[in-house]
């Protein structure tokens, strides 16, 4: 079992930054790829970034924008949030993936709003 704290949300005007963090925790597994998806109001949840391995990707709206990265050896990753926009306004969710059976397991979810 994995469990996942995400950090970091918050309210922040457009333009600004903000900076999350999700730490895994657990014993017995492996984890292949972390990342951030978001969910806004009424619309379906979609991916933000991943990093596993050697690769990471991005939405193409988020690109030049966020910056996704893991410590491996703490377990956890970030996603660095510059050039914020009203529409990066989301609750935002951390995932990861283990290496055998590749098994999801999200967050809890962190609210990140940005206003005019």
């Known amino acids: 079992q994995v469990q996942l704290v995400e950090s970091g949300g918050g309210l922040v005007r457009a333009g600004g930054s903000l900076r999350l963090s999700c730490a895994a925790s657990?014993?017995?597994?492996?984890?292949?790829?972390m990342g951030w998806y978001r969910q806004a109001p009424g619309k379906q949840r979609e991916l933000v970034a991943t990093t596993g391995g050697d690769s990471t990707n991005y939405a193409d709206s988020v690109k030049g924008r966020f910056t996704i990265s893991r410590d491996n050896a703490k377990n956890t990753v970030y996603l660095q949030m510059n050039s914020l926009k009203p529409e990066d306004t989301a609750v935002y969710y951390c995932?990861?993936?283990?290496?055998?059976?590749?098994?999801?397991?999200w967050g809890q979810g962190t609210q990140v709003t940005v206003s005019q």
């Open positions: 657990g014993s017995g597994f492996s984890i292949a790829t």
């Open positions: 995932n990861a993936r283990t290496t055998v059976l590749r098994i999801a397991y």
